[in-house]
């Protein structure tokens, strides 16, 4: 057990390259560029042939942990049919990670999923729970007495309303009653999978990366944009930490969704983890179908994200109110302004380590180790600490920013009271 966990999270997808997986899938039909974007995957960052180097990477830049996730389409490309070759070479990631006293937190559903999925068990049907749970049983069973941290899910609202709100994500259904039932299988899954990691090891913990977003009234002297913000609010942010309390997966939103069903999770959860970006704002807008519109009032970011660190704040205080361990995640900034990025971290660790002495906060995981492929927006969006040089053989290069976090990380972890590193 380390005192607290400082380190860099990456998913599977988006960096490992080499894989044949629902996105690819839709990247070869056509359907990302129907919706008007182009995103190109190319091999994402080439880490599937360059994770060694990656990983000393890590330990060089002074972080004791690693936030990754494993690719379920190259474990099981076809149904009941898995690849020793992959499992071993994750074997060897978690082993060569151990190495190098890295903390390994393993998430095992970060977005993307084997082709058959979709066709034979999608989420929105209850089969689901029995695909998903077989394959994180063998993950499981192969891992659990060298990894500590598990991540059941990734973004579960963020990927429902991707899939089944707008339909940008595979399988691209439109349709809110079956997102709700996705999220409530997904859910299901992971009580599956709580169960059976204690079984193996009870020292084991499992949590659920959630992505939360501060949302604020467009116009505040118009009460139905409060009326309309309450409502994103409640669904996006607290629906599934009620539900775990409550036993009960419940929104209601006017003219567009009504939903109410019991869900037996029995507060079977260890730790939430915290993905958090930035403030948006809400308004009103007369259409039935869907009456709200958001936007950001001071863009800051190359994804157009305002930059509001104190949002953090109330974040943690909010999932701190659940009783349950906390870690941060997820959190960083797309640019190619190091200035920019540096004092964006500045300003979160800042928010993290003042928290620390009052919440149950046990790590913070910057997004990203390196550069990678950003879902709908290709690589053109660069979150990484390290640059990766797509036109030269995918070159690592660590960014100024990455020599900084590092930095921070000696201060915040060598004093109790620390003041932020100018610069
Ligand atoms: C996701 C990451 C993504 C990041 C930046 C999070 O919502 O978990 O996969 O790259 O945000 O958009």
Redo the contacts with the bound molecule.
Sequence with gaps: MKNFYWGTAT?SF?IEGNIKNDFTEWETLGKFRNNGLNPLYENGSNHWLNWKKDFDLIKELNQNSYRFSIEWARIEPERNKYSQSALKQYSEMIDYLHQLNIEPFLTLH??SHPKWFHELTPWHKKESIFSFCEFAKIIIDLFSDRVNYWISF??PI?WALAAYGDAKFPPGIKDLKFMMDAIKNMMEAHVCIYDYIKKRNNKAKLGIAK?FIIFKEGRNWFLLDKKVTNRIDVFFNKMLLNAFRQNRLAHWFPTVLKYDSPIKLDNKIDFWGI?Y?YRIYAQFKFNFKNPIFLFPKEPATD?GWEIYPKGLKKIIKLVAATGKEIFIT?NGIATNDEGLRKMFIKKHLKVVNKAKSKYNIKGYFY?SLIDNY??LKGKSKR?GLVRVDYENKFDRIIKPSGFYYAKLIKKYSNKKVVQPVNE
């Design positions: 998913s988006q970060h977005f990734n973004e963020v992505h993905n970006y994804m997820e997004w950003e879902w979150f």
